[in-house]
């Protein structure tokens, strides 16, 4: 394989990884705004329509409404229980894990070529 080649396509490999982990952190702050909007609207005290507490409702009330339109109440006799924050916080951590396990994946795909092209690994 040419080595000019080999080192574009092994920055290009570097470049995913660091998008992914970008992703990642910015998935992590926005997982933390989520749950800090929910327990600022079951704090009593705290009135979350207020600035500095109407960040969090308005950062994170399109992703929860994203999955209230997608996701049926669930409905026990006269009452109905909203699970879709649970879901969206499970697909919100899934999707951590997903770019996290993405960029793992990307690295090692390019220690493989180097190691395979008998390329010194840089310490």
Known sequence: ???????????QITLMSDLFGYIY?????????????????????????????????VAANPYFRFWQNRVPQLKLGK?????????ALEMLSIFIGLSLQLRVLLFKIAERVLIDNSIPLPL
Not at 1 to 11: H, P, W
Not at 79 to 87: A, E, G, N, T
């Open 1 to 11: 394989m040419d080595s000019k080649f080999l080192f574009v396509f092994i920055y």
């Open 25 to 57: 952190i910015i998935l992590k702050i926005y997982r933390i705004l989520c749950y800090s909007k929910i327990t600022f609207d079951q704090l009593p005290l705290l009135n979350p329509y207020k600035w500095p507490f109407s960040i969090f409702r």
């Open 79 to 87: 009452f109905s229980y909203d699970i879709s924050v649970i879901l």
